[in-house]
């Protein structure tokens, strides 16, 4: 679906949504943050309302939508004053399972995924010595028979503990034998359920957000031949769609929270009267707002666009991740700007600034640095010499 042909579907949608998160306000946002607690009931709510499907088709239980609707659903949860990280993973993988996974890898897993008897939100890709240096991961699995002995480490892995399946990326093949560094990585889908306490340990890693982080330890974990999405040594490739479609997702997420921020802190400054005037009135008040604002719009468009071309089946790289920096650089500026509007109260979690303060920073590295995106962009659409 193209977004100026669906206009209407795309609202019906965003009003759906915001019916499932008005049940979840920001006390019980809050009262998780405080404990670090998963998001459980709300995960449960818009499962079963049908939102996390929304890419699966129909034939398997799903919605059958597009990226574009897709994205929509989550920035609604973040606009809400909600935290799509809780459950994002499922959309994202859905990249590198629909369009490479095999016909009975998605007859076992889809339609459980699709009603919510399995949860699939974790997404095993970077390690501690390597990070964005993907092709440089050392996780290497071994045929054995009719299984993979796996051996490495992961860090930085959200939701492994509340989650039934990890999509999981491994080398099969040793770097100095392949020609190209980005052959020999193969992807495997972990049946955690199994994998914990026969090869696999979860470690929570405490974070500056609440965010289910985890290192994950794997010690000849068996994990069956079966379970390997597409062919073997071509997995970087795969996980390629995924990203893309991650960064699409998490762009959406940052437009929802720049339109939560500017949403509070635009309430705030007409409500707020210092000096016998309400503080919006003041421009060192007003033209932040409004320049946040526009930052906002203008990342949304390039969501669109990146999004419109993924549901096409077109190369969109670039545009996912440029959408993926506007939106982080625009949300965390109208974090900034909210923080500075509500002076002191902007620290007091009862306003919930600083819980949303605190989630939208991260997009600024996760899941990928902007830094790395600028390199990205200076080396394969400007051409210029490589920089790293």
Known sequence: MMLTENLAFLEELREGVRAVCK?????????????????????????????LGALIPEQYGGSGLGILEASVILEEINRSGGNAGACHAQMYTMGTILRHGSPAQKEKYLPKIADGSLRLQAFGVTEPNTGTDTTNLKTFAKRDGDHYIVNGQKVFISRAEHSDLMILL??????????????????????????????????????????????????????????LIGEEGKG???ILDGMNAERILIAAECIGDGRWFIERATNYAKERVVFDRPIGQNQGIQFPIAQAHIHIEAADLMRIKAAELYDRRQACGA?????????????????NVAIQTYGGFGFAAEYDIE????????????????????????EHILKLPKSY
């Open 23 to 51: 049940r979840f306000d920001d006390e019980y946002w809050r009262k998780l943050d405080e404990i670090d607690g998963y998001p459980t009931e709300f995960v449960e709510a818009i499962t079963q309302a049908g939102f």
């Open 355 to 378: 819980r949303k303060f605190k989630e939208t920073r991260l997009y600024q590295v996760a899941p990928i640095s902007t830094n790395l995106i600028l390199s990205y962009v200076g």
């Open 236 to 238: 970087f490739r795969y």
């Open 319 to 335: 545009e996912a991740n440029m959408a993926k920096l506007l939106a982080a650089d625009a949300s965390w500026e109208a974090a």
């Open 170 to 227: 491994v080398r099969t093949t040793a770097k100095d034998q392949c020609v190209k560094k980005s052959d020999g990585l193969s992807v495997l889908i972990v049946d955690l359920n199994e994998a914990v306490g026969n090869g696999l340990e979860i470690r929570p890693i405490k974070t500056m957000m609440n965010h289910a982080t985890t290192e994950l330890f794997i010690d000849n974990l068996r994990v069956p031949v079966e379970n």
